[in-house]
C-alpha cells in the first residue's frame, strides 16, 4: 500500500511541477498562448535502455510541430535522479502544447499522429501514461 501512495504522489508531484514550469513560463508567452492545454506523455521502452528506440521516438514526436493547432513540442529522454521525490523511471518524456482543446483533440485523430503511434511508437513502448491539464 506504501508503494503505491507513493507512485501516485510521485505522479502528482510530475503533473505540478510540469505544471507550475509551464506556469512559470507564462509571462513570456502571448496572451492566446497563455489559455493554452498541455498534452505530457510519459513512455516506457519494451527495451529499456534502447538507444535507437529512445530516438526514434523523439524525432518523431518533435515531427508532430508540422500538425495544424500544435503551437510547441518538447521531447526528451529521462534525467535519472538520486532524489526519493522524482520518478525517473520512465525513458522518454514529450509535451505537445496547443491553443485549445479542440487543436488537441483534432491532433489525436490527425494522420500524421496516428501513423506515428500506431507504427513507431506503440510497437517500442510497453507503457505510456498521459496527462492533459490546461491554463
Known amino acids: 500500500m506504501k508503494l503505491m501512495s507513493r507512485v501516485i504522489f510521485r505522479r ?3 503533473l505540478g511541477s510540469a505544471a507550475l514550469l509551464l506556469y ?3 509571462g513570456k508567452l502571448s496572451p492566446a ?3 493554452s492545454v498541455h498534452h505530457v506523455v510519459l513512455a516506457w521502452l519494451a527495451e529499456p535502455g534502447d538507444a535507437g528506440a529512445r530516438q526514434k521516438i523523439i524525432a518523431i ?3 508532430f510541430a508540422a500538425i495544424p493547432g500544435v503551437m510547441h513540442v518538447h521531447a526528451g529522454h529521462v534525467m535519472a535522479s538520486e532524489r526519493d521525490i522524482v520518478d525517473d523511471s520512465f525513458d522518454i518524456g514529450i509535451i505537445v502544447t496547443f491553443p485549445d482543446r479542440a487543436a488537441m483533440e ?3 485523430t490527425h494522420p500524421t499522429h496516428t501513423h506515428a503511434v500506431r507504427e513507431i511508437i506503440n510497437p517500442l513502448v510497453r507503457k505510456i501514461v498521459v496527462y492533459d491539464f490546461s491554463e
Open 12 to 14: 502528482a508531484l510530475l
Open 24 to 26: 512559470s513560463c507564462a
Open 33 to 35: 498562448e497563455q489559455a
Open 61 to 63: 514526436s518533435k515531427s
Open 106 to 108: 483534432s491532433y489525436l
